[in-house]
């Protein structure tokens, strides 16, 4: 059980509005950087490889790229200040958890396929909506009509 304190201090950290995104999808990452008085927001474009820390304050998330040849990981807290936004570019179709295998790749075969989203129900569902459509059997099919 956590002190009340530590609790209202992080209540105030967490942020509303906690973007959706998994683990393969490619990600923007606006970073917002600080340079004197000025403040600007740098992307940084990369693919999610792990997620950690549940929804708390302490959730992590971790981005990977490619720049001049050379992996570049970075492990964004998800409700940090610094985190402008977070936008899917892609979605990436995985298996695993972690995908810290991708560390190890090199050209096409680090890249993830592209995760299809189908809508549920819009050809196993009848009209009405509430019985399944029946679909024939092979058998069915391939009996002669005349025998």
């Known amino acids: 059980?956590?002190?009340?304190?530590?609790?209202?201090?992080?209540?105030?950290?967490?942020?509303?509005?906690?973007?959706s995104f998994e683990i393969g999808d490619e990600v923007e990452v606006g970073v917002r950087i600080i340079e004197g008085t000025k403040e600007r927001t740098?992307?940084?474009?990369?693919?999610?490889?792990?997620?950690?820390?549940?929804?708390g304050v302490g959730a992590m998330f971790t981005v990977r790229r490619i720049v001049n040849n050379e992996g570049v990981e970075r492990v964004f807290p998800l409700h940090s200040p610094r985190v402008a936004h977070v936008k899917v570019q892609r979605k990436g179709k995985t298996r695993?958890?972690?995908?810290?295998?991708?560390?190890?790749?090199?050209g096409k075969s680090r890249r993830l396929r592209e995760r299809k989203n189908i809508a549920r129900g819009t050809e196993a569902e009848s009209v009405s909506g509430d019985a399944p459509a029946v679909r024939p059997s092979r058998t069915m099919e391939a009996e002669p009509a005349g025998v």
């Open 42 to 55: 740098q992307p940084f474009i990369g693919t999610v490889i792990a997620r950690r820390g549940g929804i």
């Open 96 to 106: 695993r958890a972690k995908l810290y295998y991708l560390r190890d790749r090199v």
């Open 1 to 19: 059980m956590k002190n009340k304190y530590i609790a209202a201090v992080e209540a105030a950290q967490v942020k509303t509005e906690i973007p």
